[in-house]
């Protein structure tokens, strides 16, 4: 609901955490020689690897802010999103009673985290649009107050579909709980963020990544804006250095230099996936490439094959796309991301082969 607590559903004992004090934590200043935090003095690798980063990313939470266009107290930074979805489940659920709705088919990665911190997850499944049912939420919660926590993905993985952003709006104004958006795709959509239309974030955690649009999944970092005082949880229950220096200088540079070749490698993908989706589309064993606003596509097989064999098939010619088969509403589903086109071009003539074959 709108307008309410940011802290409403933050459990009562992480509220009260104090966070643990890094020796940077505690000596503000300026210093030459710190003897301070147990590290070896000698770093006998060099490039100021025997340091502890800063736990707090200030620099890199600077080049963030501006980027995403939101302040740097709504900013929680972590080691990859998924570090920033466990720690709403440990901040929102007490395991073994609280649950969270997730709506499938959507990211695996929240039914794992919610299995490792013990909490159920009540599935109500997109429809047929792949868009969730609102009134069926609501009344789920109605029924049920221990639901206290919702995801929502969009674009979504593995569809590729934007969620609706009035369907988006009645859940944030509706929902008694707490709502996490996930946002990791929508750079490859020109969709805005919700953070930049939703007014108030009491309720709300966007997630963002630089691991899709930015080509940083090595690196590790997952971004999530939210209001401040949420955010100040986060912050004080994350390890206090979750992210490396390497992950910081290599995250700092991209943002501060290469903004140019993100946004070209963006225009770059959108379009490879409007044309592979019309040569998928021209095979007669793909019944259908479902509509996407992301760096994947989600393609249907004919009743007649089988998902599973063409996956396998396709392995045998060195190509590894995911078989999404066995998710609800993705029947006979194939999730292929796009690649270079010189990738995308071998996966069409394998795939070609493969049909021509049938
Ligand atoms: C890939 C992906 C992420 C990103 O995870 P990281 O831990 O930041 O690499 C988040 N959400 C969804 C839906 C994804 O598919």
Known sequence: MQNTNP???????????????????????TAQIFLDANENALGPLGSNYNRYPDPHALELKTEVSKWLAVHENQLFLGNGSDEAIDLVFRAICEPGKHK??????????????????????????????????????????????????????????????????????QLVEHFNGFIVVDEAYLDFSTQ????????????????????????????????????????EVLNRIKPPY?????TQSIALDALRHHKAAYSQSVSTLVEYRGELAGQLAKLKL????????????????????????????????????????????????????????????????ALEEINNAF
């Not at 409403?8 to 505690?26: N, T």
């Not at 899709?212 to 005082?229: D, F, M, Q």
Request: some cysteine; aromatic content about 6%; hydrophobic content about 45%.
């Open 242 to 246: 979750n992210l490396s220096g390497l």
């Open 192 to 231: 805005p963020s919700v953070a930049q239309w939703l007014q108030d974030l009491a309720n709300v955690l966007i997630i963002k990544t630089l691991s899709k649009a930015w080509g940083l999944a090595n690196i590790r970092l997952g971004i999530a804006i939210g209001h401040p005082e949420f955010i």
């Open 100 to 169: 969270a709705i997730i709506l499938p088919p959507t990211y695996g990665m929240y039914q794992v985290s919610a299995a490792i911190n013990r909490v159920e997850l009540v599935q109500i499944p997109l429809n047929d649009a792949f868009q969730p049912d609102v009134e069926a939420i609501l009344q789920a919660q109605q029924q049920d107050p221990d639901i206290r926590l919702l995801f929502i993905c969009s674009p979504n993985n593995p569809t590729g579909n934007l969620i609706e952003q009035d369907r988006i709006r």
């Open 7 to 29: 802290l409403q559903w933050v459990l009562p004992h992480i509220r009260q955490i104090k966070p643990y004090s890094s020796a940077r934590d505690e000596f503000q200043g």
């Open 286 to 349: 793909i019944e259908k490439v479902y509509t996407s606003s992301a760096n994947f596509l989600l393609v249907k097989i004919i009743a007649l094959a089988e998902a599973k064999k063409i996956y396998n098939q396709l392995i045998t010619k060195g190509i590894v796309v995911r078989d999404r088969s066995n998710q609800i509403n993705c029947n006979n589903c194939l999730r292929i991301t796009v690649g270079t086109s010189e990738e995308n071009a071998r996966l069409l003539s």
